[in-house]
């Protein structure tokens, strides 16, 4: 059973929005850290944005700083991933992920790299057509 459970992807046009969630049912400790990841076709997987569940705090890449937003539900134990103006370089399959085991991430270094993650979704596709 899947630990990461992403839905909302699809195909859209030029300067839309959308919004991925990403739920998980595992018990967290509310420490924690959720985040996004996206992987282009041909590129590496880079980091989007994050949520602490402990400070509130959120992170962003500076590619989609300004358009997209990070925020939570904690009564659903999931985290949103808004995503205004998109553009055509927003393409890729993006990827929930989370740090469900102890010790947490809580600063924005950990909260960018991959190997801070313990949990990942199947990821889902977004596809932005100009």
């Known amino acids: 059973q899947a630990q990461l459970e992403e839905s909302g992807g699809g195909l859209i046009q030029v300067g839309d929005s959308l919004t991925l969630s990403c739920a998980t049912r595992?018990?967290?400790?509310?420490?924690?850290?959720m985040g996004w990841f996206r992987q282009a076709p041909g590129k590496e997987r880079e980091f989007v944005a994050a949520?602490?569940?402990?400070?509130?705090?959120?992170f962003y890449a500076d590619s989609v700083k300004g358009r997209f937003t990070i925020s939570r539900d904690a009564a659903k134990n999931t985290v949103y991933l808004q995503m205004n103006s998109l553009k055509p370089d927003d393409t890729a399959v993006y990827f929930c992920?989370?740090?469900?085991?102890?010790?947490?991430?809580?600063?924005?270094?950990?909260?960018?790299?991959?190997?801070?993650?313990?949990?990942w979704g199947q990821g889902t596709q977004v596809t932005v057509s100009s």
């Open positions: 949520f602490n569940w402990g400070t509130g705090m959120t």
């Open positions: 992920a989370a740090d469900l085991s102890p010790p947490h991430c809580s600063g924005s270094g950990c909260a960018r790299r991959q190997s801070t993650y313990d949990s």
């Open positions: 595992e018990r967290t400790s509310g420490s924690h850290t």
